[in-house]
């Protein structure tokens, strides 16, 4: 195989599908981009067992053939030629790199090893702006679970109806959001991997542009601007979103957002690294109080807002509370509460399209 193309090309490429290759297998071809060279394209494809990534780049095509190399290591190289013209050969020796006067050989492995990825995908299909997409999966994605112990709970819930309702949850905080379909092919509920629903979000370019989701037998593809992403889908029960979100609520706050981020941060200086990372909000009256403690210190503000109900004083994560009014948009949101050790909800005061769920942590002081 032989073929020559512009390093930055070549270089954005491998960076975009190595994402996909394994860092811890015992397989190591896995840990490799397959590089195929066919008429005037060349395609790179990497996976890992479940995220699968391919790219295809125009190229010069002196003799097709395919091969596989180290993927990070390939990609760590290339970026140090992006202002190079690349010359890829294969030979004997493995995968030879040129460009200037120089070259640089790779260790390789037999293109037939390469697992084979299922790229005719296309019995389901959703329809929607990519800037849509873009959104409900920076609303969700962060609440997923980061732990193999419940697996399922590392994906997102979403629910193709008359609108996309995607739901997270890790185990302490739920998010909940949703999105206009242009067009599918059937009600269908899968369950993604939060890590693909990021990479599909990055790879997209445009806003106004639709962007179509493939399903089948438990896989999920994306194809755009020259890239396709491949993912196996979780199975499982997910939780009922039904039975968690509380309807009705005995006390309500209405409160500026980047106020009660700002006081929060500044609560959260303190006990970065405790525990449980907890503030307090003690509520009544015409404001907010936010504090925390640790053996480095206290911190204790308030902030105004509008409270209706009963006055409580309640704890919780700091990361999950923060996490949450980044999420919001609106310049004023509304906090509910139901008590001191039941879940409450943060939303925007006026755009419901998004809620966020936070359990609070019973403080023993």
Do not use: H, W
């Not at 890829?88 to 790779?106: M, P």
């Not at 404001?287 to 640790?294: Q, T």
């Not at 902030?303 to 949450?324: P, Q, R, W």
């Amino acid at each position: 195989m032989k073929f020559v193309c512009d390093g930055l090309t070549l270089s954005e490429a491998v960076m975009k599908v190595s994402k996909a290759c394994a860092i811890r297998t015992t397989a190591p071809v896995m840990e490799c981009v397959k590089v195929s060279a066919n008429a005037e394209e060349v395609t790179l494809l990497a996976t890992d067992g479940e995220l699968s990534i391919q790219k295809t780049i125009k190229a010069e095509i002196f003799e097709e053939g395919e091969i596989c190399v180290p993927g990070k290591l390939f990609a760590d190289f290339i970026g140090k030629l992006t202002a190079e013209e690349i010359s890829f050969v294969t030979g004997e020796k493995g995968a030879e790199i040129r460009y200037r006067d120089s070259g640089t050989v790779l260790q390789a492995i037999a293109a037939e090893e390469f697992p084979k990825i299922n790229l005719e995908i296309g019995e389901n299909s959703f329809t929607m702006k990519q800037k849509e997409l873009k959104r409900i999966v920076s609303e969700t994605a962060f609440c997923c679970a980061q732990d193999d112990s419940r697996p399922v709970l590392k994906g997102c819930l979403m629910e193709f109806k008359d609108k996309l309702e995607v739901t997270a949850l890790d185990g302490y905080r739920l998010a909940l959001s949703e999105a206009e379909v242009l067009a599918k092919s059937g009600e269908q509920s899968i369950i993604c991997p939060a890590r693909t629903l990021l990479e599909i979000s990055k790879m997209l370019p445009g806003e106004e542009e639709e962007i179509t989701i493939y399903t089948q037998g438990g896989l999920l593809l994306v194809r755009s601007e020259g890239m396709t992403v491949v993912s196996r889908l979780y199975q499982g029960d997910f939780i009922k979103k039904e039975n968690v979100i509380p309807s009705r609520f005995s006390t309500t706050v209405a409160v500026k957002r980047e106020e009660l981020i700002a006081s929060a941060e500044r609560a959260a200086i303190l006990i970065r690294g405790d525990k449980n990372n907890l503030v307090t909000l003690e509520i009544g009256g015409s404001a907010v109080k936010i504090s925390s403690i640790s053996d480095y210190g206290n911190v204790a503000e308030s902030v105004n807002a509008v409270t209706e109900g009963i006055d409580l004083v309640i704890s919780m994560n700091a990361k999950y509370l923060l996490d949450s009014l980044r999420a919001l948009t609106e310049e004023e949101v509304i906090l509910s509460f139901n008590g001191a050790i039941s879940p409450f909800i943060l939303q925007n005061k006026d755009e419901k399209r998004s809620l966020y769920l936070i359990l609070p942590v019973r403080n023993a002081a």
